[in-house]
């Protein structure tokens, strides 16, 4: 059994101003999407993504996607969910992510859970329509060094590998050492042995990255019709060769994205700037940037080069080798797939707002925008320690330093703010600055240094004040420190650090099923779960 808590995303801390302007629906943000996602706004996307059928090509969609399926067992609710593609009132819910080794940190299984509750609950509002949720690898992806490891108890269980081009084709060899290393430190229990076999299925079986992914995921959640994407496909290029071209040759995604940021509110970061062409060159071992430079593509950090000409025969002959950076894969979804909607984390979110320009720009429907699903995993033990601390759900997502001040002025008898005594201050400085207006206005620049003085001196006598309550509370601030860094590893989110191991050792196959089961897409909060004993 599970119990849920719940704390508003802008109160827990960790998102950005974009982000929590987006959800509260706050200009600038409005102008920055088509349809919020919610039930009337699914609605509206719906009708605007049934108005652009038209230019999908089902048929090439199921074809590709039934040839990346040739080689792996799926349940019956995948193959119903590929064959239901083919059908123009059937649409999408994707999200992606990169090809963590092991999936990762948690949010792997968070962004896949929040796609498949979406598409059950529109299915609940809309029966006449059909959703599929999907799986997006970014097989094209060449960062490895942000997916060669997973983290298991404090640990680092890292790949140890060299790696040029995407991801995707990286052969396995070298993950048998990295089995025989989470072996070790996994114990002999039957869960540990379950994990182990599905590493070893995924990984050691499989002689590139992207199928033992594919595997991996469709182990986890076939039950679920989950449908699993990989972009790195010449049938699926074919449908994006309009874009790249437009790309190479008008450079439309710079000029649009660069409006859109140059609008942007001063308290907005941009999360990605456009390039010029952003659109890679992939071949055997190379994923590298196009370049325009005197009249010449060049691929950056090669001696490849094109002519316009050249470079028009090599995308009809060889679409596979483009391969879209990361403004550019948003519209390569969109155009290949029936998508209403991009589930995705605050990073992933903030950057797609930069996008809608540019979609309209090229005609292509802008998708609705959903935050994922955050969660905190806790156990009844855990909650019940700070519990017994006074320590609140909000009070968990407190810096540590700011969580510990908290707690001791809490915990104390005394008033270790002196706020009095400030207001004080300032009441008496105000007399005399009134006094000096009437006499010698030269002396209010010494009477404005004075009172910085006393009250630099009051704040000083705070910071003292608080040392010391601390010492004498040192027993109780220790297990406060304690509970929240079991909690948040690392002073920071679980969901970015800890790997799904570590919970299926306690919980097993109920992990998963819990999730699906009380985990709400629609609900704009971070979520708490606790397994109760």
């Keep these: 059994m599970v119990n849920k808590q719940s704390i508003p995303y802008q109160e827990t801390g960790y998102f950005s101003k974009i982000i929590c302007d987006y959800l509260d629906r706050k200009p600038p943000t409005t102008s920055l999407y088509d349809n919020f996602p919610d039930i009337e706004g699914f609605k509206k996307q719906i009708a605007l993504r049934s108005a652009w059928e038209p230019n999908l090509d089902r048929d090439n969609l199921v074809l590709a996607l039934n040839n ?98 995407a991801v995707g084709r990286l052969d396995t060899n070298g993950l048998e050492i990295v089995l025989q ?79 859109t940021i140059k609008n942007f509110d001063v308290k907005y970061k941009v999360q990605v700037n456009p390039r010029e062409i952003n659109l890679f060159y992939l071949g055997k071992n190379l994923r590298e940037r196009i370049v325009f430079e005197e009249g010449v593509f060049r691929v950056n950090n090669t001696e490849i080069s094109f002519s316009e000409k050249g470079i028009l025969e090599e995308l009809e002959k060889h679409p596979e080798r483009f391969s879209p950076n990361v403004l550019m894969r948003p519209l390569y979804q969109e155009v290949i797939l029936p998508n209403l909607c991009y589930i995705g984390g605050g990073g992933e979110i903030a950057y797609w707002l930069q996008l809608k320009q540019f979609f309209t720009s090229v005609e292509v429907p802008f998708p609705i925008l959903l935050l994922r699903n955050s969660v905190l995993l806790a156990t009844k033990k855990q909650l019940l320690k700070a519990e017994k601390l006074n320590i609140s759900v909000k009070d968990l997502f407190l810096n540590q330093q700011d969580l510990v001040n908290k707690k001791v002025k809490e915990l104390s008898n005394l008033n270790l703010e002196l706020t009095a005594q400030k207001e004080m201050l300032h009441n008496m400085f105000s007399e005399l600055e009134e006094l000096s207006n009437k006499t010698d206005k030269s002396f209010l620049g010494a009477v404005k240094a004075q009172e910085r003085k006393q009250v630099k001196g009051l704040e000083n006598l705070e910071k003292r004040l608080l040392k010391a309550q601390k010492r004498k509370l040192r027993d109780k601030i220790e297990r406060i420190k304690g509970i929240q860094d079991q909690l948040f590893p690392q002073q920071s989110l679980q969901e970015r650090n800890t790997n799904f191991s570590e919970f299926y050792l306690e919980y097993g196959s109920e992990l998963i099923p819990a999730l699906l089961h009380n985990l709400d897409p629609l609900e704009p909060n971070f979520t708490i779960l606790s397994f109760l004993d």
Excluded at 70 to 83: D, G, K, P, V, W
Excluded at 104 to 126: A, M, P, Q, T
Excluded at 182 to 209: C, M, P, T, V
Excluded at 222 to 233: F, K, Q, R, S, W
């Design 68 to 165: 990346q399926y040739t080689n792996i067992a799926i349940s019956e609710a995948t193959q119903i969910n590929l064959e239901l593609l083919a059908q123009k009132n059937t649409f999408t819910i994707t999200t992606g992510h990169q090809l963590n080794l092991f999936t990762g940190s948690l949010y792997f299984l968070y962004k896949i859970v929040s796609v498949i509750n979406l598409c059950k609950k529109l299915k609940l509002e809309y029966p006449d329509q059909n959703f599929v949720p999907i799986y997006w690898m970014a097989t094209e992806d060449h960062d490895f060094e942000e997916i060669q490891y997973f983290n298991f108890k404090d640990e680092k269980i890292k790949w140890r590998k060299d790696s040029k081009g």
């Design 181 to 259: 290393e989470f072996s070790k430190k996994i114990g002999s229990s039957k869960r540990a042995n379950e994990l182990i076999q599905l590493f070893k299925k995924a990984y050691i079986e499989h002689d590139n990255l992207t199928d033992a992914t594919r595997f991996l995921a469709n182990a986890l959640f076939a039950t679920e019709g989950l449908v699993i994407v990989d972009g790195d496909d010449t049938l699926l290029k074919k449908a994006f060769i309009p874009y790249i071209k437009e790309d190479l040759l008008k450079q439309t995604c710079f000029s649009e994205v660069n409006k």
